[in-house]
């Protein structure tokens, strides 16, 4: 499905932002985008009063004033630190889990035996995102050339699941024994590692054995949304001896966390591969710890369970080979999204407010075409696909965006609206031999369904709450979309975009993101920011971010966004909206043309990526 390069492309910018806001940026333009007088006189005006908002925003934060803007926020974050490295580097939003990726690079692992040995890790010490007892995708691009593969390890509805289960009580779709569809993330890492990887599958879990079993210090994420559920889960099983001490009281940031039980699962399935958790004990005891409170899921369920190995789909970037996820993943909205703004000249006019409405109605237009995709396995969406990663469909797109206002929400012809996921974590990995890794794990929504099972220390998802149930709204008041709803064995739709980028041959950038809907609007923005306004993969990461999602009808907008833009956009019709600044989070690895690595987790989660 991917489309032939166009002719005129340019090279990336690889310089620092400060090179971006000099008068005479030596930029080329991607495409001939014809405009009226008027808007050209505007985008000029637009675009001095942008950089001036640009250099204030630049000044406070390398001076230190962006920490103190954010200080009035609930979500402050840092600067994110910007990593270099020569051989191979891991961007993770745990600092902990990144430096074990790096070690296994370093001890002659590959991507994907990183890529295992991180993930693991993130699942005992962000719990709230990931696990072993949820799912996700890993898009790897082999080294040498080789095609890449997308291991498809989303979870899936059990079989006595039912398209009506959650009418008239969306709620137990996300919270409590219904949730939870059949966990994929021990299937995938196996099927991937026993593909490509060079490590013994059993080294590969020893980090994250000693995290769970010799006590991990308490993150102050984690500990976060802890406090959230602080009642909740001080009367339920496992998370009230798990993150409580032994009075009762919920453990401090930097207080060890043991995971016993976990370490016992862990160490179980090193040693007897993914067959333990879906047809031995550990299947037995997840199953009998979801019956005991009313849900369906069954030993047969688990046993059934398959990773599917997915085609990639692809589009060019200015001249540069974009692959990412096939559905259920949302990449082909991802790359619909860049094959519009591609058309825009917008290396040449920079950050302007003009480009990014243009950028945002591409969002909207996307958000639109998404509510099109299901699992492919039940849906026939193959003509969705095709259309939606097509230059003529951009072309189409463009045309119906105008430079001067936006529109309702029937202008970007959407048929439904989906659902969203929060509890999610991605890594984006390159090793020395130009293996790529992007896997994007979740247990969906913060703590999955809220259950652990005693037994064996897993927190089950609630991946349920991600298909769509009919006359139903979610917690986020997006409506159903028949092509994602329930069906036994069927698996939902995803927000997830890992992304990887090649430029005559070589991996550039390594991308994805978590954050529900954000993470395809979160992603699009960084590789506008990297490829098209030159800037330093951190400073990419860190600039404020715009989203649109079409429904609700409103533009949300990082409160650090520059506010003379966000007055420009109101101009022109856009409903402004605060976006929490923590709300969607990249980690990414770009590979410069002299060959050095730079490798950033965002700081808005608190990560630090590790290289070497």
């Known amino acids: 499905m991917s489309t032939k390069p166009l002719s005129s492309s340019h090279e990336s910018q690889n310089g620092s932002l400060e090179a971006l806001l000099s008068s005479d940026n030596g930029y080329l333009p991607v495409a001939d985008t014809s405009t009226t007088a008027d808007s050209s006189t505007s985008r000029i005006r637009c675009k001095r009063i942008t950089y001036v908002c640009l250099i204030a925003f630049l000044a406070a934060a390398f001076i230190g004033g962006v920490s103190t803007i954010a200080s009035s926020y609930s979500n402050t974050d840092t600067h994110s630190t910007l990593v270099k490295a020569r051989n191979g580097a891991v961007a993770t939003d745990e600092p902990r889990c990144s430096v074990i990726g790096a070690d296994v690079l370093r001890a002659g692992g590959n991507a994907v035996d990183a890529a295992v040995a991180s993930t693991l890790c993130i699942g005992v010490l962000q ?20 095609r890449p593969v997308l291991f498809d390890f989303r979870e899936t509805a059990g079989q006595a699941a039912t398209s009506d289960m959650f009418i008239n009580n969306i709620t137990k779709a996300s919270v409590g024994p219904l949730a939870s569809g059949v966990p994929g993330e021990v299937a995938g890492l196996y099927h991937a590692h026993k593909r490509f990887g060079k490590l013994p599958w059993r080294r590969l879990f020893e980090p994250a054995i000693a995290l769970a079993k010799d006590g991990a210090a308490l993150n102050s994420v984690v500990h976060g949304q802890l406090v959230r559920f602080e009642q909740e889960f001080r009367s ?14 919920l453990l401090k940031v930097g207080e060890p966390v043991y995971r016993p039980e976990l370490a016992k699962t862990l160490q179980e399935i090193a040693h007897n591969g993914p ?36 085609d990639p789909i692809e589009t060019y970037y200015h001249g540069r080979r974009v692959i990412t996820g096939s559905a259920p993943t949302s990449g082909s909205i991802l790359l619909n999204m860049l094959n519009v703004v591609e058309g825009f000249t917008l290396a040449l006019d920079g950050p ?3 480009n990014y409405h243009r950028i945002v109605e591409a969002m909207k237009f996307g958000a639109a075409q998404r509510t099109l995709l299901g699992d492919p396995s039940f849906v026939d969406i193959l003509s969705n696909l095709t259309r939606q990663v097509s230059k003529e469909f951009a072309s189409e797109i463009r045309a119906n965006i105008s430079d001067t206002q936006t529109f309702d929400v029937d202008h970007y012809d959407p048929e439904y609206d989906v659902l969203n996921n929060h509890g999610t974590t991605h890594l984006s990995i390159l090793d020395k031999d130009e293996m790529a890794v992007s896997l994007t794990s979740t247990v969906n929504l913060e703590f999955g369904s809220r259950i652990m099972d005693p037994g064996t220390g897993i927190i089950l998802n609630d991946e349920m709450d991600d298909f769509s149930t009919t006359n139903e709204t979610n917690r986020f008041d997006l ?7 329930i069906v036994p064995k069927k698996r939902p739709l995803s927000s997830t975009s890992a992304t990887i980028i090649e430029h005559n041959g070589h991996v550039e950038l390594v991308a994805g993101g978590s954050g529900g809907s954000r993470i395809l609007t979160a992603v699009l923005q960084v590789i506008v920011n990297v490829l098209d306004f030159g800037m330093r993969l951190d400073e990419a990461i860190d600039y404020p971010r715009l989203h649109h999602q079409l429904l609700p009808h409103q ?5 650090l966004f520059p506010t003379c833009i966000t007055h420009q956009l109101a101009a022109l019709g856009h409903v402004i909206a605060p976006l929490r600044r923590g709300s969607s989070t990249v980690q990414a690895v770009h590979r410069l043309s002299d060959g050095i690595i730079h490798a950033v987790s965002d700081a808005r989660k608190h990560g630090v990526a590790a290289g070497y």
Do not use: C, W
Not at 135 to 143: A, E, H, K, Q, Y
Not at 237 to 247: K, Q, R, V
């Open 275 to 310: 067959d333990s958790f879906y047809k031995g004990r550990i299947a037995k005891s997840l199953v009998k710890t979801i019956q005991d409170q009313g849900g369906i899921l069954t030993t047969d369920d688990f046993a059934r369970y398959a990773v599917v190995e997915r």
């Open 479 to 485: 409506r159903p979309s028949p092509n994602n709803k």
């Open 127 to 146: 719990a709230h995102s990931s696990g072993i007892g949820g799912g996700g995708f890993m898009l790897v691009r082999p080294s040498h050339g080789a």
């Open 555 to 559: 533009l949300s907008v990082d409160p």
């Open 236 to 249: 339920s099983p496992g998370f009230n001896t798990t993150y409580f001490n032994s009075h009762g009281k």
């Open 352 to 354: 302007t407010s003009l």
